[in-house]
């Protein structure tokens, strides 16, 4: 099996004949998620709790549906699990950040570069290189005070991965239901247009500008040298622009035996993402040389949706697999006796997550 780069060309891609975006890929989040919204409330009546899935990942807030901490996700990691997590730091801003934040960061092993990020958050919301002193200290204060934050090791590897886990209680062994490699999109100078120009020419970001254009703002004039590389985001998440693949045929049993040792050391964790970066994908396919960024829960989604070639159909099988089984995961943990968080727990933390997401700065 050939290995892939991470710069999979779409306009390539477009050029051999197969799509730079799926058809509804771009839909305004309200139609695509209609149908998922109303398939919850089908299932809920089911089950007669509609906040069940939250207690499919019963240690966590919500079961990571909204609201969690991010790094008390990590912290739940046993001495197998936490080999295989980049290293990070937890502070809340507020008075003399700066000086806190190197003592974390010693405390931890980091140095510069590192990733800064709300520990509380989705979608790449706020995530930021911090290179040297001064872009953490005005980093920190970008995000205001009384908020928690994570810095992490800035992972080397240049191939991001999101894998989709499930492990039903009952079961000794879990499966990986999804492989997504993450590529992050670049334009290319031509020497004469400018940045602006650039992106409105491009035949996949011409149809988001408003997703690119304020990251860019203080380059949209610049008019880069022919043949240079001009990435768009650092995120990679598909709402902030990154493009993404499906990648199941890499799901291998040395894969799923190294996932499973991993995630059977986080008590009681049996359905979400993780959000990684490999060496190679060929090591990955060994289940090796990778770091762990996030572990997701409830709220995450299987991201190969997301690739070009998906059919709407197997975009809603997809969904539909995913919340059916989380429904029947927390069904099963409720019968071990533990509960589901409610349905105004999770407006509640729903709406501390958004009131924080609003006041994060804008992610590179």
């Known amino acids: 099996m050939t290995d892939v780069t991470t710069a999979i060309d779409s306009r390539s891609a477009k050029q051999a004949g197969g799509p730079t975006v799926s058809s509804f890929e771009f839909w305004p989040g309200w139609i695509f998620y209609t149908p998922i919204v109303l398939y919850w409330i089908i299932l809920g009546l089911w089950h007669r709790d509609f906040s069940l899935p939250t207690a499919a990942n019963p240690r966590i807030e919500t079961g990571g549906l909204c609201g969690e901490s991010k790094s008390s996700i990590l912290d739940m990691a046993g001495d197998e699990a936490r080999r295989w997590i980049a290293p990070y730091a937890v502070l809340t801003t507020g008075h003399d950040d700066l000086p806190r934040a190197l003592a974390a960061m010693k405390g931890a092993g980091l140095s510069f570069p590192v990733v800064l990020k709300p520990d509380i958050g989705c979608n790449g919301t706020g995530v930021r290189i911090m290179r040297d002193e001064d872009s953490l200290r005005a980093g920190l204060a970008a995000f205001g005070r009384g908020v928690p934050v994570m810095l992490q090791h800035l992972i080397p590897y240049g191939h991001e991965v999101g894998l989709f886990y499930i492990r039903h209680p009952d079961e000794a062994e879990g499966r990986i239901t ?5 590529e992050v999109p670049c334009l290319t100078g031509d020497g004469t247009s400018t940045v602006e120009e650039l992106v409105h020419a491009d035949a996949r970001t011409r149809l988001v500008p408003h997703i690119y254009l304020p990251r860019l703002k ?21 709402c902030k622009g990154s493009i993404f693949h499906d990648r199941a045929v890499d799901i291998t049993p040395e894969l799923s035996a190294r996932v499973n040792a991993i995630m059977r050391d986080i008590p009681d964790f049996h359905f979400g993402r993780i959000d990684a970066k490999a060496r190679s994908l060929a090591s990955l396919r060994k289940g090796e040389d990778f770091q762990i960024i996030e572990i997701n829960g409830v709220g995450s989604e299987a991201t190969h949706i997301w690739d070009a070639r998906t059919t709407l159909r197997d ?3 997809t969904q539909f697999m995913h919340y059916r089984e989380t429904f029947r995961i927390g069904a099963k943990k409720r019968r071990e006796g533990w509960k589901s968080s409610g349905a105004m727990a999770m407006l509640r933390a729903w709406l501390r997550q958004r009131r924080l997401m609003a006041s994060y700065p804008l992610n590179d």
């Open 178 to 182: 999804s492989l997504t490699y993450k």
């Open 218 to 238: 203080a380059r949209l004039h610049e008019v880069p040298p022919a043949g240079q590389s001009l990435p768009l985001v650092f995120a990679g998440n598909h």
């Open 315 to 317: 975009a809603y099988t």
